[in-house]
């Protein structure tokens, strides 16, 4: 063998720096990389999922397209597994193959009431003020009261966009109908709810600090929340994070009563237990069962029962991955069954030839970007050492692959593509004095991509 043919599937961080790595990595052996993409646009979660209002996490980009723009990695967007490209075609045309798919739905709450009108998923939401071309363009923010389950980052994100104002996302990349759709939203309280307490939220403090500092929202705190336990206490005194955030909420419990238009309210020891409706079927209220903290860092149901009106409702639980046709799956984890990358039969250890993977369709969705690097250097250490799993392709031609592509009349894009997209979106924001404003329909991202612009 001259060179190892090696598909990696999923151009997010994970896919990028497994790409990257591969190709830095000492072996005895060359490498010949083709990333593949559903979309027609590279990055990921860094462009669909981290909040545009992050300019500085949303330039991680830049990074990511330094190493695409070195051109030893070829780019093919708009191609998705498991129609476009099936492991049958990879097993032909590659020696191995990397997925690093990452996670795009949201984890299941399994309350009563969860199906009805104006509940929905803190992915779904993302996806639409992000500008995803496959999640419909309106939204609907009718409602005065809102709660976010959730105390994560993305219950931050969510609860953010939802209370910030329409004119102070201005500078943002988001899409106009975005600002169209946030800028009529009527929106007075936001609610937060956590299950545990202050000192057990997986808020990172950068994050929560921000939502203090938003233009006329105030943030609503409730004593009853701070009445810490020991195990609290501990937290708070041996971890740093903690006692940072813990910080931010006590300095919010101090300013004196607000008068802005909008409200943050953080809620804890909530423990979800239905979406109410009303009679047309329709979110009216969220009830939940108050929680304490049970001495170890966990709560106990309490047996009180409280109700918060609200006309929407965000579940912001986590993420969850999604199988891959012919791919082993734990449905349980959402996760590619692996061990440090390398792919395993499910229920057992054996390991499925070939096959790897990497980012959060390995470890399931926790974690930053960066972790995705140290991730991949794991993953990549055992394609270079796995020589005898690999697969032995028919045709592992790299003209293979683009005549494959072709003759399915796949309409993919490329790096140069990509830079075409980059441009237009560039100079539509120019006029306004914006970084960018995102191309959504994935018809435009694509005839723009390919220069077929007549279409567009
Ligand atoms: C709302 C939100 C906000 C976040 N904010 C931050 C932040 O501020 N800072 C931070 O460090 N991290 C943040 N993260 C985490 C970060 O986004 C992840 O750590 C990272 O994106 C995971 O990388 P990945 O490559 O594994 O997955 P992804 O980024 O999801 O990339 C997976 C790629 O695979 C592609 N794909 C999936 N299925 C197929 C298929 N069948 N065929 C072809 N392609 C496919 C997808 O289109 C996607 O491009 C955030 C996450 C979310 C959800």
Redesign the pocket.
Known sequence: MTKLRVAI???????IYAADILLKAERKFEVSIDL????PA?????R????PD?PR?KG?INALREVLDRGDIRVFGN????TDLTLDDLKRHYHAVIF?????RDAPLNIPGVELDGSYG??DF?SWFDGHPDVPREWPLEAQSVAVIGNG??AL?VSRMLAKHADDLLSTEIPENVYEGLKASPVTDVHVFGRRGPAQVKFTPL?LRELGELNDVDMVLYDEDFDYDDASKTAIASNKQVMVIDKILQKWRERPAGTASRRLHLHFYAKPLEVVGDENGRVAAFRYERTRPDAEGGVVGTGEIREVPVQALYRAVG?FG?P?EGIPFDKKHGVIPNREGVALKKGSNDVVPGVYA????KRG?V??????KSDAMETIRHVINGEGSWWAPESPSEESVVELLDSRGVRYTDVDGWHNLDQHEIALGAPHGRARVKVVPREDMVAISRNETATV
Request: overall charge negative.
């Open positions: 599937v999923g151009a997010g961080p994970a896919g593949f993409d559903r979309l590279p990055y990921g979660l860094v669909y999922g981290v909040a992050h996490i991680i191609v998705n597994f498991g690093a798919t990452g996670a795009v803190a992915a993302v980052n993305v994100d994050e993420y999604s891959l990497t980012g959060w369709i969705p974690g930053l970007i960066g972790h995705t």
